[in-house]
């Protein structure tokens, strides 16, 4: 009998989790938002199904604002693995000329996020996309399935959820309804990060310290990533030591200043921090329960 | 009074933490077990500042401690959970010390919620039971004790709370443990341990109490981080390992992925595929780190086979030392988990690891979870718990729960809505096969062929027995009198009524047999989609 770290355990979930959608669903996907948890979620998928491909291809919602350095090193990664990359952009909100500034986080993120999403899975007819989201990172995730059932509408019922008892996922659906899948449900930010060191999973620079120019608004750290940010009355642009916890769209996503420039020192800077990863997220703050309200509409 | 003492924030690092320990908090709306995990998150660092801030707002907005802050509002996640101020679903919670990780179920204690309790329990290796020193041993208290131990924990922590409230009283704390002890005497546990607490203030949560001078135990803390769950009958049972997904990149790998529910793998160990009863040798255990030469229970690997041999999703490859043989019929103890009620008779999908077949529900008994004991029904209200034998379409491979839990759990699916109707215990896996006496043996037996000859299948054998039986007679009895008048010859009229008796539910048995094989040889041609699983 071997004794399983707790790694080691986290990770053969996560490996039986998506051996179960490959075995049970028609046409899955898996969403590559290119962030840390989603380096971890496709080095499993990579584990699970070896010597083969994984058997499902993987996709990228873009807005259109993410960080230069997150597309380049997307398309590195590919390349290197040698898989192949859906991207979709939702092209009317594009039309529409939604953006972070002018239209609000909370329009922008609906739009090209949300909305984004529930185009692309239509349009493919994708019946399982995989997710990288954690219980820990929020409340409402915390009630979360593994296996989250989606109506033909993609809407989460909180209240209509299936039970998993043991590893047993019953992954039954109608047609035109979908599951969003969790293989990371059980992990936390300190798991990630751990995972990441021990595997040795390339991860976008953004998360390391260096000097980068930024804005300070609305009491967070913007950093300017391109000429489509006006400066306000006031505003300068500095430079400043800063590294992200977690990545999204560069607007909406707050820097910490930090000289953590190794895994280790993010790992330890981490055990010492006193605010969650989600902080420098503008879209969490709509107040409480604003993302259970959030995944009732079909966001992740 | 205690004086909280922070664990320090190098000791929070999950992981590097060696072990995992997973349980769950059983306790009843006002028992403080909300508050019990926020003061262990709280405690143990995994709560932020910015969490902090936003538990604030909400403790001035919903919380019951004035302007204290309410660690109950930090596991209690949605919106309507908030406003009410109860926990309706299972949470996870997750916080770690050096020693060990943590993950939480964090499940309601309502009679209403059973299910959600029995979801979180089923992959728990400790239950923590609360108390309310002012109250003891309740009726919840009981059901979520029966519960637990239903699932299979079998290690409980029973905290008793509210300790401030009684005056930190030894007296309260030893009628308690006396209590439980009488009470649980039946459920199997291997270990309980009471610990005196109190959630609000934090008295041996994480600290030890200076209230309570005459206990000299570990801290709750303490318990979970030291408490040994393995149990060792899990180190050498035969291997037992469900196909999950068949691995075929290109012609020349053919390997079977899946997660060893029991029992340790080697290469060249012999192993049995059931139900398919063919044999072969393990060639290479395959992993993306590099092949191994051993592999054990909970790791997800890729077996290859020496031989090439038809395996697909729903096998177990099994050590040829287990002589378990699949089965097609199953005693299960069943939890009922929707609104509408389970009718004896009724028929559902059945999911058990990675097989999946049609199964036909026999209800036999109902257990009330109060007092323990069961009695006979026909019905099963949501949460029920009853003792139910299932009839599947084809052979599967299932093991005793007790002996291995992800071969011995199953659930119920309803396959025109897709919900989950139940889930399933099996009671008498293949293994308790010969522990029947040959008297018992000899009086199924004996019910099998007069249930054949005489029985409805659609009553319960002995009253359908009845019933027919005495037709039968009555039948006989009638046709040897009219024999009799018109021929007066007495042997004859008993010999032609002897006969009616015996030939008229042969002919009968025949009959049905025929218009049943028809029946179901349609009801397959529908079903054929699921040979291969169903999609499920």
New interface residues.
């Given amino acids: 009998m071997i004794q399983m770290t707790h790694l080691q355990k986290l990770e053969a979930e996560s490996i039986h989790i998506m051996r179960e959608v490959a075995a049970t669903c028609d046409n899955p996907v898996m969403l590559y938002s290119i962030g840390k948890d989603s380096a971890v979620m496709l080095h499993l998928a990579i584990k699970a199904f070896y010597p083969a491909k994984p058997p499902f291809p993987l996709m990228h919602v873009d807005t259109t604002w993410k960080f230069r350095e997150m597309i380049e090193f997307r398309d590195q990664r590919m390349r290197d693995l040698g898989l192949d990359l859906i991207v979709h952009i939702n092209e009317d909100g594009v039309a529409q000329g939604v953006n972070p500034f002018d239209s609000g986080s909370r329009v922008h993120t609906d739009v090209m996020k949300t909305q984004g999403l529930k185009q692309a899975l239509d349009k493919y007819g994708f019946d399982a996309a995989f997710g990288g989201a954690r219980r820990d990172e929020e409340k409402s995730r915390a009630k979360e399935r593994v296996f989250s059932l989606r109506s033909d509408e993609h809407r989460w019922d909180p209240k209509n959820q299936r039970p998993e008892p043991w590893r047993l996922y019953n992954t039954r659906k109608r047609k035109g309804e979908s599951f969003r899948v969790f293989p990371l449900s059980n992990w936390t930010e300190g798991d990630v990060w751990a995972y990441i060191a021990q595997e040795k999973i390339p991860v976008v620079p953004l998360y390391f310290a260096s000097v980068r120019p930024v804005v300070e608004r609305d009491g967070a750290l913007i950093m300017r990533d391109d000429e489509r940010m006006v400066l306000r009355e006031g505003e300068e642009v500095q430079n400043k030591m800063v590294r992200f916890r977690t990545l999204g769209c560069y607007p909406l996503t707050g820097a910490v200043e930090s000289t953590a420039a190794t895994l280790e020192d993010i790992i330890s800077e981490m055990q010492a921090s006193r605010s969650s990863e989600r902080q420098g997220r503008m879209i969490d703050h709509d107040g409480a329960g604003s993302m259970e309200q959030k995944k009732q509409e079909g966001y992740f | 009074m205690s004086i909280p003492q922070r664990i320090s924030?190098?000791d929070?690092?999950?992981?590097?933490?060696?072990?995992?320990l997973r349980f769950i908090t059983c306790g009843s709306v006002d028992d403080g077990k909300s508050t019990l995990i926020g003061r262990l998150l709280y405690e143990s660092?995994s709560i932020?500042?910015?969490?902090l801030e936003?538990l604030d707002?909400?403790s001035r907005k919903f919380g019951t401690q004035g302007a204290e802050l309410d660690l109950a509002l930090l596991?209690d996640?949605?919106?309507a959970e908030?406003e009410q101020g109860i926990t309706i679903?299972?949470?996870?919670?997750?916080f770690?010390t050096p020693n060990?990780?943590f993950?939480v179920a964090d499940t309601p204690g309502h009679e209403q919620y059973t299910?959600?309790m029995?979801?979180g329990a089923?992959?728990a290796d400790l239950a923590i039971i609360l108390v309310d020193a002012r109250k003891g041993i309740l009726p919840q208290t009981r059901r979520h004790s029966f519960i637990v131990s239903m699932?299979g924990v079998r290690h409980i922590a029973v905290a008793i709370n509210k300790m401030d409230l009684v005056g930190f009283d030894r007296a309260v704390f030893a009628q308690i443990e006396a209590d439980y002890r009488v009470m649980a005497a039946s459920l199997g546990f291997e270990s309980v341990r009471f610990i005196p607490v109190s959630a609000l203030q934090g008295d041996n949560v994480t600290t030890r109490s200076a209230a309570t001078a005459w206990y000299d135990g570990p801290t709750l803390l303490e318990h979970l981080e030291t408490v040994d769950t393995q149990t060792a009958a899990?180190?050498?049972a035969p291997l037992r390992f469900p196909v999950?997904?068949v691995?075929?990149?290109n012609l020349d790998?053919r390997?079977y992925?899946?997660?060893i529910a029991q029992g340790?793998v080697k290469v060249g160990d012999e192993v049995s595929v059931v139900p398919r009863g063919r044999r072969s040798h393990i060639a290479r255990i395959?992993?993306?780190?590099g092949d191994l030469q051993?592999?054990?229970?909970?790791?997800?690997v890729?077996l290859t086979l020496t031989d090439e041999i038809d395996v697909s999703?729903g096998d177990v490859l099994i050590g040829v030392v287990d002589r378990s043989l699949p089965r097609r019929d199953l005693r299960v103890r069943l939890l009922w988990?929707v609104d509408r009620p389970l009718i004896s008779g009724a028929r559902y999908?059945l999911?058990?690891?990675?097989s999946t077949a049609e199964a036909r529900v026999d209800l036999h008994q109902a257990i009330d979870i109060h007092s323990f004991t069961s009695s006979p029904a026909r019905e099963l209200a949501m949460n029920g718990i009853g003792i139910a034998h299932l009839t599947l379409d084809r052979m599967i491979f299932a093991a005793d729960y007790r002996q291995t839990?992800?071969l011995g759990?199953?659930?119920l699916?309803d396959?025109i809505t897709?919900?989950?109707v139940a889930?399933g215990l099996v009671e008498s896996g293949p293994d308790d096969e010969p522990q029947r006496s040959l008297a018992e043996k000899a009086h199924a037996l004996g019910l099998f062929v007069a249930g054949s000859l005489f029985g409805n299948p659609s009553e319960p054998l002995e009253r359908s027995l009845a019933d027919r039986l005495s037709w039968a007679v009555t039948g006989a009895i009638i046709l040897g009198a009219v024999v009799y008048v018109i021929s007066g010859n007495a042997a004859l009229s008993f010999g032609v009524a002897a006969i009616d008796f015996v030939v008229r539910p042969v002919l009968r048995l025949f009959h049905r047999r025929l218009v049943l094989a028809v029946l179901d040889w349609r009801a397959l041609r529908k079903s054929e989609d699921l040979a291969d699983?169903?999609?499920?």
């Fill in positions: 924030a190098k929070v690092h999950a992981s590097q933490a060696p072990q995992l660092k932020f500042e910015d969490q936003s707002k909400d596991v996640g949605l919106a908030r679903d299972v949470a996870y919670r997750y770690s060990r990780a993950i299910r959600n029995a979801t089923s992959s699932l899990e180190l050498d999950q997904w691995n075929r990149p790998f390997g992925a899946g997660t340790t395959v992993t993306a780190d051993e592999a054990s229970a909970g790791q997800a890729t999703r988990t999908l999911k058990l690891a990675t839990r992800d759990g199953l659930i699916i396959r897709n919900e989950t889930f699983g169903g999609g499920i």
